[in-house]
Nanobody, 128 residues
Framework: VQLQASGGGLVQAGGSLRLSCVAS????????MGWFRQAPGKDRDYIAG????????YYADSVKGRFTVSRDNAKNTVYLQITNLRPEDAAVYYC??????????????????????WGRGTQVTVSS
C-alpha cells in the first residue's frame, strides 16, 4: 500500500494550491481519507477528512472556509484545495487512509490513531 501526496510548493500568502494523494495497493472506495499537517516543532494535526463515498467531510476550525477536501474513487485519488493561504499554513501535509466497514459510507474521523496507512507528505511553504 502506498499513498503518494503531491502538489506542495512555495506560494505567497493569499495564494492557492491543490494537493493530491494517489493511493495504490488499495481500493480507496473502501477507505475514509484524511489530511494532516505538521509544522516544524509542532505536533501533527488533523485538518480535513472525507468519507469513502465522498458525501461527508470534516474540517478543523482553523481551515474551515479555506480548505476543501474531495475525492475521485475512480482515480483512487483524494484532493485538498487550499485557498487564501496564510503563513501559519506552512507545514508538511500528509494524507492517510482509514479502512472502514462496508456499511460505513459516511464515516470520517479526525482521530489520527484510526488511520491505517500514511503517505510521506508534501511540503507547503508560504511566503508573506
Amino acid at each position: 500500500v502506498q499513498l503518494q501526496a503531491s502538489g506542495g510548493g512555495l506560494v505567497q500568502a493569499g495564494g492557492s494550491l491543490r494537493l493530491s494523494c494517489v493511493a495504490s495497493g488499495l481500493t480507496s472506495s473502501g477507505y475514509a481519507m484524511g489530511w494532516f499537517r505538521q509544522a516544524p516543532g509542532k505536533d501533527r494535526d488533523y485538518i480535513a477528512g472525507i468519507s469513502k463515498n465522498g458525501a461527508n467531510t470534516y474540517y478543523a476550525d482553523s481551515v474551515k472556509g479555506r480548505f476543501t477536501v474531495s475525492r475521485d474513487n475512480a482515480k483512487n485519488t483524494v484532493y485538498l484545495q487550499i485557498t487564501n493561504l496564510r503563513p501559519e499554513d506552512a507545514a508538511v501535509y500528509y494524507c492517510a487512509a482509514d479502512r472502514v466497514y462496508s456499511s460505513q459510507h459516511t464515516y470520517v474521523t479526525p482521530r489520527e490513531s484510526y488511520y491505517d496507512y500514511w503517505g510521506r507528505g508534501t511540503q507547503v511553504t508560504v511566503s508573506s
